[in-house]
């Protein structure tokens, strides 16, 4: 996801990961994972995994009923994948509904009533630069890549958790701005990854959405 914004060159990470890939040396901090069924209000997408479709379960666990499925899109499918909204989320686990096809003249049959599915079955944009070590924008920084979002220098590598407008996700910065503020690529053996929670979930899968920046906010 390409920002049209042009971004300020990349300052020091905040002690954690280099907008020039290079380690700091600091402390890890611990990050909060939310204990039992907590609120969710997200949008996104599902993870497309080649050859399979996703389960929906009627509870948070790997053994619970199978309620429904959600189709994946193939590498050669031009089709959106499946839009879905998430509730809350448990141990690992998502609670999900409205999934929807936009594709209404090609749509697919889609189970689109409430259920589980692994939380690393929903992928979305980051419009925001700034990871911490809690779903609180007081804890600890754990990523700053300055003006830049973070599914534009990088990728979520895993998606973990989510507590109301936040996620905890496993991140990796793969690009960085040179001198003359241009996206490079980070050499694979200086990519840093690191487990934060962010803010500023977009789930626009063709372009960025239209919302006020979280990193303003104090």
């Not at 969710?40 to 948070?60: F, T």
């Not at 063709?206 to 979280?214: F, I, L, N």
Request: aromatic share 6%; glycine share 6%.
């Amino acid at each position: 996801m390409i920002s049209t914004r042009r971004p300020s060159i990349t300052a020091a990470l905040a002690g954690l990961l280099m907008a020039n890939g290079t380690p700091a040396a600091a402390r890890e901090p611990t990050q909060m994972t939310p204990m039992g069924d907590q609120a969710c209000a997200l949008q996104a997408w599902i993870n497309d995994i080649p050859g399979r479709d996703v389960e929906v379960r009627a509870n948070p666990h790997v053994d619970a009923q199978v309620i429904g499925t959600l189709p994946h899109t193939g590498p050669d499918d031009d089709r959106l994948s499946i839009h879905i909204s998430i509730t809350a989320s448990n141990s690992g686990w998502l609670k999900i509904q409205d999934a929807s096809d936009d594709d209404a003249d090609r749509a697919r049959p889609v189970y689109s009533g409430q259920g589980w599915i692994e939380a690393d079955a929903v992928r979305f944009g980051i419009q925001s630069g700034r990871g911490f070590a809690a779903p609180d924008a007081r804890s600890d920084r754990v990523v700053d890549l300055d003006d830049n979002w973070a599914t534009e220098m990088g990728r979520i590598e895993k998606v973990l958790d989510c507590r109301q407008d936040w996620v905890l996700i496993d991140f990796v910065q793969e690009r960085r701005r040179d001198g003359d503020d241009r996206l490079i690529d980070i050499p694979v053996q200086d990519r840093l990854q690191r487990r934060a929670w962010f803010r500023g979930v977009c789930d626009a899968q063709e372009t960025t959405c239209d919302m006020r920046s979280v990193d303003l906010e104090p």
